[in-house]
């Protein structure tokens, strides 16, 4: 038996927490630990228990800048971020055909720009001059997409300028989005000495190969790879054991909720169970947190009902793709605690 299609991110290797001045700092009895036991199925542990602990709000972290509010992994996308009180920002890396570290997550930069290609093909100074506004659509309120950006260009910015544009008090997640990991790993980590940002960066990928090119710089956090991130949670999910880190200080995240496929291999073929997981429980923080401290963070969290669980849970921050609505529905909340339990 086995899980296709679980996917998770999480962070490793020393809090930032208590070494980053974060614009609403993280509480102590809040950083701790990664997930574990989840449950398959919308409705679990949706219950507010009377004496559970009134947590404090979970950060917002701005999922490359903000992608639902401006073009994506752009410096106006990061600028709208921070006027929304954003505590940190993801942001997306590949690397330019000249060896620059450059803000883009698509393969292919017909995706979003109205160039066609990929990022390793053109030198950071082409890039920039791409759109990458290109395909940002916002629908109005007669029901009209509209393209903003195709009369006001927005460039593929370099890493360089997004930590010049993002006070050094704000953490940011650099998320590796290319390959060979060395290569990247060498340019990432030059642009990071020359800006001396080591200490406010956070490094993430999918790719396994990442954690291995980065051991050789000692100042890079790194994020819990992503395959162990999921292999604790299908352990805790479908073995009932909790396989909790041994690492203080882990960072960790997974979507609060995520659509798998559970896969039953027998004799005669297989059989498929399409579900809708809870991925973040009750149980599952006790048991991240039952051996060493850690920082939680559930991805996805783009409505009240989402935030409100996260908060119930004493989740550390959620990762949004509208820093703007969510920071609207932060201060509700923050105003009026009761409004969770509409």
Not at 66 to 91: C, H
Not at 185 to 198: K, Q
Request: hydrophobic share 40%; net charge neutral; glycine share 6%.
């Amino acid at each position: 038996m086995g899980i296709k299609n679980v996917v998770g991110e999480g962070w490793q290797k020393g809090s930032l927490i208590h070494q980053w001045n974060c614009p609403m700092s993280f509480p102590k009895t809040v950083c701790c630990l990664p997930i574990l036991l989840a449950c398959l199925g919308a409705s679990c542990e949706r219950a507010q228990e009377d004496d559970e602990p009134d947590y404090p709000l979970p950060k917002l972290v701005a999922h490359r800048g903000g992608t639902a509010d401006r073009p994506e992994n752009t410096l106006v996308a990061i600028e709208s971020a921070l006027r929304q009180r954003a505590d940190m920002i993801w942001l997306s890396v590949q690397t330019s055909l000249d060896g620059v570290p450059v803000l883009y997550r698509p393969s292919d930069l017909s995706s979003l720009t109205n160039g066609s290609g990929k990022v390793a093909d053109f030198s950071a100074a082409t890039l920039a001059t791409l759109n990458a506004g290109w395909s940002f659509a916002e629908t109005g309120s007669d029901g009209v997409k509209r393209y903003p950006y195709r009369d006001s260009p927005v460039g593929i910015p370099t890493l360089q300028q997004a930590l010049r544009a993002i006070p050094a008090n704000v953490p940011i997640i650099l998320d590796m989005k290319s390959m060979p990991a060395a290569a990247q790993t060498a340019a990432v980590a030059a642009v990071l000495d020359a800006e001396n940002a080591w200490s406010r960066v956070l490094i993430y990928s999918t790719e396994a190969d990442y954690q291995n090119t980065f051991a050789a710089w000692p100042r890079a956090r790194l994020a819990e790879a992503r395959d162990v991130t999921r292999r604790r949670l299908v352990s805790a999910t479908l073995g009932q054991r909790c396989d909790a880190p041994s690492v203080s200080g882990v960072w960790a995240g997974f979507e609060m909720r995520r659509n798998v496929d559970v896969v039953e291999t027998f004799t005669l073929g297989e059989g498929h169970s399409p579900v809708q997981a809870v991925l973040w429980t009750k149980a599952s923080v006790q048991c991240y947190r039952s051996r060493v401290a850690a920082n939680l963070v559930a991805f996805g969290v783009n409505d009240r009902a989402d935030f409100c669980e996260a908060k119930r849970l004493g989740l550390d921050a959620v990762m949004v793709d509208s820093p703007e609505k969510m920071a609207g529905i932060r201060t509700q909340v923050e105003t009026n605690p009761a409004s969770c339990n509409q």
